[in-house]
Protein backbone atom coordinates (compact mmCIF):
# COMPACT_ATOMS: atom_id res chain seq x y z
CA UNK A 1 0.00 0.00 0.00
CA UNK A 2 2.70 2.72 0.82
CA UNK A 3 4.91 1.45 -2.06
CA UNK A 4 1.71 2.35 -4.32
CA UNK A 5 1.52 5.92 -3.10
CA UNK A 6 4.86 6.26 -3.51
CA UNK A 7 4.95 5.39 -6.92
CA UNK A 8 1.30 7.69 -7.36
CA UNK A 9 3.56 10.75 -5.73
CA UNK A 10 6.25 10.14 -7.94
CA UNK A 11 4.25 10.09 -11.24
CA UNK A 12 1.97 12.98 -10.24
CA UNK A 13 5.66 14.95 -9.48
CA UNK A 14 6.87 14.10 -12.56
CA UNK A 15 3.36 14.73 -14.74
CA UNK A 16 3.36 18.27 -13.10
CA UNK A 17 6.67 19.59 -13.89
CA UNK A 18 6.19 18.31 -17.40
CA UNK A 19 3.05 20.54 -17.54
CA UNK A 20 5.25 23.62 -16.28
CA UNK A 21 7.48 23.32 -19.18
CA UNK A 22 6.86 27.29 -20.08
CA UNK A 23 7.94 28.53 -16.75
CA UNK A 24 11.53 27.14 -17.27
CA UNK A 25 14.00 29.24 -15.30
CA UNK A 26 16.33 31.75 -17.45
CA UNK A 27 19.48 30.28 -17.40
CA UNK A 28 21.84 33.11 -17.54
CA UNK A 29 23.13 34.39 -14.05
CA UNK A 30 22.20 37.85 -13.28
CA UNK A 31 25.05 40.01 -12.45
CA UNK A 32 22.67 41.26 -9.35
CA UNK A 33 20.41 40.14 -6.41
CA UNK A 34 20.77 37.61 -3.59
CA UNK A 35 24.43 36.01 -4.91
CA UNK A 36 25.20 38.41 -7.52
CA UNK A 37 28.03 41.21 -7.24
CA UNK A 38 26.44 44.39 -5.92
CA UNK A 39 26.62 46.96 -8.51
CA UNK A 40 27.08 50.25 -7.70
CA UNK A 41 24.40 52.46 -8.46
CA UNK A 42 21.94 50.03 -8.43
CA UNK A 43 21.03 50.99 -4.46
CA UNK A 44 20.36 54.05 -5.29
CA UNK A 45 18.11 53.33 -8.22
CA UNK A 46 15.68 51.88 -6.30
CA UNK A 47 15.88 54.39 -3.10
CA UNK A 48 15.08 56.92 -6.43
CA UNK A 49 12.42 54.76 -7.39
CA UNK A 50 10.97 54.76 -3.84
CA UNK A 51 11.34 58.33 -3.58
CA UNK A 52 9.15 58.93 -6.48
CA UNK A 53 6.50 56.61 -5.84
CA UNK A 54 5.98 58.46 -2.60
CA UNK A 55 6.81 54.92 -0.38
CA UNK A 56 9.59 57.29 1.08
CA UNK A 57 8.41 60.18 2.68
CA UNK A 58 9.50 63.08 4.65
CA UNK A 59 13.46 61.85 3.82
CA UNK A 60 15.84 64.65 4.94
CA UNK A 61 19.08 63.94 2.99
CA UNK A 62 19.87 62.18 -0.04
CA UNK A 63 22.43 58.78 1.23
CA UNK A 64 25.77 60.35 0.88
CA UNK A 65 26.83 57.30 -1.00
CA UNK A 66 24.11 58.31 -4.07
CA UNK A 67 26.08 61.52 -5.00
CA UNK A 68 27.79 60.20 -7.80
CA UNK A 69 24.34 58.09 -9.07
CA UNK A 70 22.17 61.42 -8.59
CA UNK A 71 24.71 63.22 -10.32
CA UNK A 72 24.47 60.89 -13.19
CA UNK A 73 21.00 60.78 -13.19
CA UNK A 74 20.48 64.68 -13.38
CA UNK A 75 23.03 65.54 -15.75
CA UNK A 76 23.47 62.33 -17.84
CA UNK A 77 20.42 62.48 -19.70
CA UNK A 78 18.22 60.47 -17.96
CA UNK A 79 16.37 62.97 -16.12
CA UNK A 80 15.74 65.23 -18.40
CA UNK A 81 14.15 61.92 -20.46
CA UNK A 82 12.17 61.42 -17.46
CA UNK A 83 10.89 64.89 -17.94
CA UNK A 84 9.95 64.48 -21.24
CA UNK A 85 7.99 61.22 -20.94
CA UNK A 86 6.03 62.81 -18.06
CA UNK A 87 5.26 66.02 -20.50
CA UNK A 88 4.49 63.89 -23.29
CA UNK A 89 1.93 62.12 -21.15
CA UNK A 90 0.63 64.95 -20.31
CA UNK A 91 0.35 66.58 -23.61
CA UNK A 92 -1.83 63.31 -25.09
CA UNK A 93 -4.05 63.86 -22.32
CA UNK A 94 -4.39 67.66 -22.96
CA UNK A 95 -5.14 67.46 -26.95
CA UNK A 96 -7.76 65.01 -26.20
CA UNK A 97 -9.74 67.78 -24.10
CA UNK A 98 -12.57 70.31 -25.68
CA UNK A 99 -12.27 73.49 -23.68
CA UNK A 100 -14.82 76.32 -23.18
CA UNK A 101 -14.49 79.37 -24.91
CA UNK A 102 -14.65 81.13 -21.14
CA UNK A 103 -11.05 80.97 -20.43
CA UNK A 104 -11.84 79.24 -17.31
CA UNK A 105 -9.76 76.02 -18.79
CA UNK A 106 -6.37 76.49 -16.59
CA UNK A 107 -3.32 74.26 -16.27
CA UNK A 108 -1.55 74.65 -13.13
CA UNK A 109 2.45 74.89 -13.11
CA UNK A 110 4.63 74.53 -9.89
CA UNK A 111 7.81 76.51 -10.29
CA UNK A 112 11.15 75.66 -8.68
CA UNK A 113 12.20 72.31 -9.86
CA UNK A 114 8.81 71.95 -12.52
CA UNK A 115 8.99 75.39 -14.82
CA UNK A 116 12.61 76.18 -13.84
CA UNK A 117 15.57 74.33 -12.66
CA UNK A 118 17.36 74.92 -9.57
CA UNK A 119 19.87 72.22 -10.84
CA UNK A 120 22.54 74.85 -10.88
CA UNK A 121 21.82 75.55 -7.09
CA UNK A 122 21.58 71.84 -6.19
CA UNK A 123 24.39 70.11 -8.34
CA UNK A 124 27.14 72.89 -6.83
CA UNK A 125 29.46 70.92 -4.02
CA UNK A 126 27.36 73.10 -1.24
CA UNK A 127 24.61 70.88 -2.17
CA UNK A 128 26.38 67.92 -3.51
CA UNK A 129 23.10 66.73 -5.14
CA UNK A 130 20.92 66.63 -2.20
CA UNK A 131 23.59 64.88 0.25
CA UNK A 132 24.30 67.66 1.95
CA UNK A 133 22.36 69.75 4.75
CA UNK A 134 20.41 72.10 3.01
CA UNK A 135 21.03 75.73 2.94
CA UNK A 136 18.31 78.28 3.34
CA UNK A 137 20.35 81.22 3.26
CA UNK A 138 22.31 80.20 0.48
CA UNK A 139 19.59 79.31 -1.74
CA UNK A 140 18.13 82.26 -1.01
CA UNK A 141 20.81 84.38 -2.33
CA UNK A 142 20.95 82.15 -5.90
CA UNK A 143 17.04 82.23 -6.13
CA UNK A 144 17.73 86.17 -6.05
CA UNK A 145 19.88 85.91 -8.68
CA UNK A 146 17.42 85.07 -11.17
CA UNK A 147 19.05 83.00 -13.24
CA UNK A 148 17.28 79.67 -13.11
CA UNK A 149 17.26 77.90 -16.15
CA UNK A 150 13.89 76.49 -17.80
CA UNK A 151 13.25 72.83 -17.53
CA UNK A 152 13.00 72.29 -21.10
CA UNK A 153 10.34 69.85 -20.90
CA UNK A 154 8.09 71.66 -19.42
CA UNK A 155 8.65 74.85 -21.37
CA UNK A 156 7.60 72.91 -24.36
CA UNK A 157 4.62 71.61 -22.34
CA UNK A 158 3.70 75.18 -21.72
CA UNK A 159 3.75 76.50 -25.12
CA UNK A 160 1.95 73.27 -26.68
CA UNK A 161 -0.81 74.27 -23.90
CA UNK A 162 -1.21 77.97 -24.73
CA UNK A 163 -1.61 76.43 -28.18
CA UNK A 164 -4.61 73.86 -27.39
CA UNK A 165 -5.78 77.24 -25.66
CA UNK A 166 -5.42 76.73 -21.90
CA UNK A 167 -5.13 79.22 -19.20
CA UNK A 168 -1.84 79.19 -17.62
CA UNK A 169 -1.25 79.61 -13.67
CA UNK A 170 2.22 79.27 -11.51
CA UNK A 171 1.30 78.53 -8.15
CA UNK A 172 4.55 78.48 -6.30
CA UNK A 173 6.21 78.34 -2.72
CA UNK A 174 8.67 81.05 -3.33
CA UNK A 175 7.62 84.74 -1.44
CA UNK A 176 5.41 87.02 -3.03
CA UNK A 177 8.67 88.75 -1.64
CA UNK A 178 10.67 88.25 -4.73
CA UNK A 179 7.70 88.64 -7.32
CA UNK A 180 9.13 90.90 -9.77
CA UNK A 181 12.60 88.34 -9.95
CA UNK A 182 10.73 85.09 -10.41
CA UNK A 183 8.37 87.23 -13.18
CA UNK A 184 11.63 88.57 -14.96
CA UNK A 185 13.36 85.08 -13.94
CA UNK A 186 10.14 82.71 -16.25
CA UNK A 187 9.97 85.81 -19.04
CA UNK A 188 14.07 85.32 -19.78
CA UNK A 189 13.64 81.90 -20.29
CA UNK A 190 10.59 81.99 -22.62
CA UNK A 191 7.26 81.58 -20.32
CA UNK A 192 6.24 85.21 -21.78
CA UNK A 193 2.78 85.13 -20.08
CA UNK A 194 0.24 83.38 -17.81
CA UNK A 195 -3.00 84.13 -16.08
CA UNK A 196 -1.87 84.32 -12.21
CA UNK A 197 1.23 83.80 -10.74
CA UNK A 198 0.45 83.15 -7.17
CA UNK A 199 3.12 83.58 -4.70
CA UNK A 200 3.13 82.86 -0.51
CA UNK A 201 2.27 85.43 1.44
CA UNK A 202 4.06 86.29 4.55
CA UNK A 203 0.99 84.79 6.37
CA UNK A 204 1.20 81.74 4.96
CA UNK A 205 4.54 81.00 5.62
CA UNK A 206 3.74 78.84 8.73
CA UNK A 207 1.75 76.43 5.92
CA UNK A 208 2.73 73.32 4.59
CA UNK A 209 2.99 73.36 0.65
CA UNK A 210 0.20 70.93 0.58
CA UNK A 211 -1.60 73.01 2.78
CA UNK A 212 -1.09 76.55 1.24
CA UNK A 213 -1.47 75.07 -2.39
CA UNK A 214 -4.86 73.57 -1.36
CA UNK A 215 -6.29 76.42 -0.12
CA UNK A 216 -4.90 78.29 -3.28
CA UNK A 217 -6.91 76.16 -5.91
CA UNK A 218 -9.89 76.15 -3.72
CA UNK A 219 -9.84 79.89 -4.17
CA UNK A 220 -9.04 79.21 -7.84
CA UNK A 221 -11.89 76.87 -8.46
CA UNK A 222 -14.06 79.31 -6.21
CA UNK A 223 -13.58 82.18 -8.86
CA UNK A 224 -15.65 79.77 -10.98
CA UNK A 225 -11.74 77.63 -12.94
CA UNK A 226 -11.34 74.68 -14.16
CA UNK A 227 -8.15 73.07 -13.18
CA UNK A 228 -7.96 70.26 -16.03
CA UNK A 229 -4.27 69.30 -15.62
CA UNK A 230 -1.64 70.29 -12.78
CA UNK A 231 2.09 69.56 -13.13
CA UNK A 232 4.69 69.63 -9.97
CA UNK A 233 7.97 67.73 -8.69
CA UNK A 234 6.18 67.16 -5.24
CA UNK A 235 3.92 65.10 -4.15
CA UNK A 236 2.72 68.20 -1.99
CA UNK A 237 1.88 69.52 -5.65
CA UNK A 238 -0.20 67.28 -6.43
CA UNK A 239 -1.99 65.87 -3.33
CA UNK A 240 -4.79 67.95 -1.40
CA UNK A 241 -8.02 69.91 -2.45
CA UNK A 242 -8.70 70.26 -5.80
CA UNK A 243 -5.85 68.89 -7.63
CA UNK A 244 -7.36 68.71 -11.29
CA UNK A 245 -8.60 66.58 -13.25
CA UNK A 246 -4.90 65.10 -14.06
CA UNK A 247 -1.62 65.29 -12.45
CA UNK A 248 1.64 65.13 -13.68
CA UNK A 249 5.05 64.32 -11.94
CA UNK A 250 8.12 65.53 -13.10
CA UNK A 251 11.31 63.76 -10.83
CA UNK A 252 12.91 64.86 -8.23
CA UNK A 253 15.16 63.16 -6.08
CA UNK A 254 16.98 66.22 -4.43
CA UNK A 255 14.54 66.88 -1.90
CA UNK A 256 11.22 66.27 -0.28
CA UNK A 257 8.58 69.15 0.71
CA UNK A 258 5.81 68.28 2.78
C1 LIG B 1 -8.61 60.58 -26.77
O1 LIG B 1 -9.98 60.49 -27.10
C2 LIG B 1 -10.34 59.35 -27.82
C3 LIG B 1 -11.78 59.47 -28.25
O2 LIG B 1 -12.60 59.97 -27.22
C4 LIG B 1 -10.06 58.12 -26.96
O3 LIG B 1 -10.37 56.96 -27.66
C5 LIG B 1 -8.58 58.11 -26.57
O4 LIG B 1 -8.32 57.03 -25.70
C6 LIG B 1 -8.20 59.41 -25.90
N1 LIG B 1 -6.74 59.43 -25.68
C7 LIG B 1 -6.21 59.81 -24.51
C8 LIG B 1 -4.72 59.81 -24.45
O5 LIG B 1 -6.87 60.15 -23.54
C1 LIG C 1 24.81 78.93 4.60
O1 LIG C 1 25.10 79.82 3.55
C2 LIG C 1 25.50 81.10 4.03
C3 LIG C 1 25.56 82.02 2.82
O2 LIG C 1 26.24 81.44 1.76
C4 LIG C 1 26.81 80.96 4.78
O3 LIG C 1 27.22 82.22 5.25
C5 LIG C 1 26.60 80.00 5.94
O4 LIG C 1 27.82 79.75 6.59
C6 LIG C 1 26.03 78.69 5.46
N1 LIG C 1 25.64 77.88 6.62
C7 LIG C 1 26.09 76.65 6.80
C8 LIG C 1 25.57 75.96 8.00
O5 LIG C 1 26.87 76.14 6.05
C1 LIG D 1 -13.05 67.24 -14.63
O1 LIG D 1 -13.53 66.79 -13.37
C2 LIG D 1 -14.82 67.27 -13.06
C3 LIG D 1 -15.13 66.87 -11.64
O2 LIG D 1 -14.91 65.51 -11.43
C4 LIG D 1 -15.82 66.70 -14.08
O3 LIG D 1 -17.11 67.17 -13.80
C5 LIG D 1 -15.41 67.17 -15.47
O4 LIG D 1 -16.24 66.57 -16.43
C6 LIG D 1 -13.96 66.79 -15.74
N1 LIG D 1 -13.56 67.40 -16.99
C7 LIG D 1 -12.94 66.73 -17.94
C8 LIG D 1 -12.61 67.52 -19.16
O5 LIG D 1 -12.64 65.57 -17.84
Redesign the pocket.
Known amino acids: MQVLHLLFLVLSVITTSQGSVPYQVFPLRLRSGSDGEKISGIDCLSWRLAVETHNLRNFGLVPSSCENYMAKYMLGGQYSADCFEAASAAYEYAKNLTLADDGKDIWIFDIDETALSSLPFYSSPDNAFGTK?Y?D??FK?WEKLGVAPALPAILDLYNKLLDLGFKIVFLSGKSESIRDIAEQNLKDVGYHTWEKLILKQTSEKGSTAVVYKSKKRTELVNEGYRILGNVGDQWSDLLGDNVGNRTFKVPDPLFYLP
Open positions: ENTSE
